[in-house]
């Protein structure tokens, strides 16, 4: 009987050592999974309004970019037109939000947005570049005088009339108030 105990014990040992092995490597192959995707990027790309460019970064499962991330811009534009490398700053507008500023002329872009590793991605959008606008200027307003020429003074002689009466009244009430109780 000792014996059977003996080779029990040691296959119970030898399970034990087994799984205690094997756990680090589970669990750092669970953990692998979504740092993968997490080191993927999702690059959404559009044209400002005018000629410059706007992406806005974000992981693959779609949480925020919490760091800053180097992000390159080049294109391609009418007539063979290049533009590029062009390293983008992040905006304050918002976490992973970049954009570039001025810098197509006017006409339709095939532009592609780089990031390198460890968040390596890459993005193409066609972008349509139009000239900056300026506000329309405003329309003239025009300046009439009043009919009575500033004769009328207005409604303060009213109101100060109206002050003096209830000042007045006032008074009134306090005399007649105090010879009453005497």
Known sequence: MTGIRKVLAAVFVGLALALFAAAPAAAQAAQAAPAAQADKLKLAVAGDGAQGVTIQASYADGRRLEQVVRLVLTG???????????????????????????????????????????????????????????????????????????AGAGWWPFAAAGLVLVAAAMGVAMLFGRRRAT
Do not use: C, M, N
């Not at 534009?77 to 390293?87: T, Y």
């Not at 905006?91 to 590793?117: D, I, M």
């Open 76 to 150: 391609t534009g009418p007539d063979g037109q290049r533009i590029g490398p062009v390293q983008l700053e992040p905006q304050p507008e918002g976490h992973g939000f970049y954009s570039s500023g001025p810098v197509l002329s006017t006409g339709t872009w095939k532009v592609t947005v780089k990031s390198p590793a460890p968040l390596q991605s890459e993005a193409t959008a066609t972008v349509q570049a139009k000239a900056a606008q300026s506000p329309p200027a405003p329309e003239p307003v025009a300046v009439t005088k009043r009919a009575d020429d500033g």
